[in-house]
């Protein structure tokens, strides 16, 4: 069943685990009592584990060479899942839509709150989706416009009183013209200059927030944000969550279909179009200039939104809340949930934000599981969960004359 050559393998892959993790898997130095613990059991586990799972990781790869032999035979099939896919569709969504209405009713304020967390990482994935996925531009600064509708908020409430519904058009305002002011110096960079100029442009910010005490408050940051309220009526905090969890719902649904209706526009084909090659764009007439910086402006509009929706969410920010691990965080959920697909970025999103909660059980271990997890992914879905297809436009003999 197994050959000796994969037996030697999976023994020698063992062994190199136990001698990588020894220092800290067995060996538990107790400060207190100046004594050291041995922990050996740790080391079996270690090689055990590793041992098999060498199995599993060399089955998955030769499944996946594999894969496009079976891929071919699966073609006959594919008109009769698409129809039966179809037939579902409706009954899926009413039943999704009820659920939607009814969890927070159900659902305790810390579950309503992690889910109303969940869905703001769907609008910035679905914002940095236009820029990343459509235009094909590596941006590693996006927490960027993130701040910039939060302190937006925070700033006018603090200042001048303004509330929630005011502040939420002048957030996206003031990101996208911040998009426009960093897209004129990067339109002549592309691939990894661009992402380390996103990068340090994102750092910028961040340090101007952090270091301008008289404008930012700085490392203090801002408290005593209001939530969004309607006129007359009084909230507590139950129903504020619900009420922030319902606008955060209607966010999803409105950037959904912007998003959707851009991807199909001519916009959107010029952005595929200079995302896959942009000599060849440029030469079929598409003004590159144009195109790039409408990526970076429309695609700041919905992080200058979330942010504002950030800030009313949890009454206080500071600079802290907007690195650089932030734009990675959303980049990731991007690039694992799948490239210019939107079902992909809210699938990459919800598992991003609700999976490192799923795992506080195992709190000890649960960013190696998280590791592990993505490691797998770009390995065996580089393309992600649910990669973006590509609609195929056929004319009928009928129909040329």
């Known amino acids: 069943m197994f050959k000796l050559s994969e037996i030697k393998k999976s023994l020698f892959t063992s062994l190199w685990f136990m001698f990588l993790t020894f220092p800290i898997m067995v060996i538990k130095v107790n400060t207190i009592t100046d004594t050291v613990v041995w922990r050996w059991k740790n080391l079996v586990i270690v090689g055990v584990g590793s041992f098999i799972l060498s199995f599993v990781w060399r089955w998955a790869l030769k499944r996946k060479e594999q894969g496009g032999s079976v891929k071919e035979n699966k073609g006959v099939f594919k008109k009769a899942v698409l129809a039966k896919t179809t037939q579902y569709k409706l009954p899926g969504l009413i039943v999704i839509g009820v659920m939607i209405i009814v969890l927070p009713f159900l659902a305790p304020m810390y579950h309503t709150s992690v889910i109303t967390t969940a869905l703001i990482y769907v609008i910035l994935g679905l914002g940095l989706n236009v820029v990343v996925g459509l235009g094909g531009l590596l941006h590693l600064g996006y927490a960027a416009f993130y701040a910039v509708g939060a302190y937006t908020y925070a700033l006018l409430h603090f200042h001048y009183g303004l509330n929630f519904w005011v502040a939420l058009p002048l957030g996206a305002l003031l990101s996208a013209v911040l998009g426009l002011a960093i897209g004129f110096p990067v339109l002549r960079l592309r691939g990894d200059y661009l992402a380390i100029v996103t990068l340090a442009f994102g750092e910028i910010t961040r340090l101007i927030l952090e270091n301008w005490n008289d404008f930012s408050f700085g490392p203090s940051g801002i408290a005593n944000i209001a ?66 910086l409408l990526a970076f402006s429309i695609g700041a509009v919905w992080a200058g939104f979330v942010g504002v929706l950030f800030a009313a969410k949890t009454t206080f920010i500071n600079p802290a809340s907007f690195t650089v691990m932030q734009s990675i965080t959303i980049l990731c959920v ?27 059980s195992v709190s000890e271990y649960r960013m190696l599981v998280f590791g592990i997890t993505l490691v797998f992914m770009m390995i065996f879905r580089p393309g992600g969960m649910i990669q973006k297809t590509r609609n195929i436009y056929k004319f009928k003999d009928g129909d040329i004359k």
Do not use: C, H
Not at 233 to 257: D, N, W
Not at 334 to 355: C, D, E, N, R
């Open 334 to 360: 991007v690039v694992i949930g799948g490239m210019g697909s939107i079902p992909g970025v809210i699938v990459g999103a919800l598992v991003f934000t609700l999976l490192p909660e799923f795992l506080r």
């Open 227 to 292: 939530r969004p309220a309607i006129t007359g009526v009084k909230m507590k905090l139950p129903q504020a969550t619900i009420f922030i969890y319902f606008i955060a719902i209607a966010m999803v649904v409105f950037t959904i279909f912007v998003v959707n209706r851009l991807e199909n526009s001519r916009v959107g084909r010029a952005w595929e179009a200079m995302r896959e090659d942009e000599i060849a764009s440029q030469s079929m007439g598409i003004d590159l200039t144009k195109a790039k």
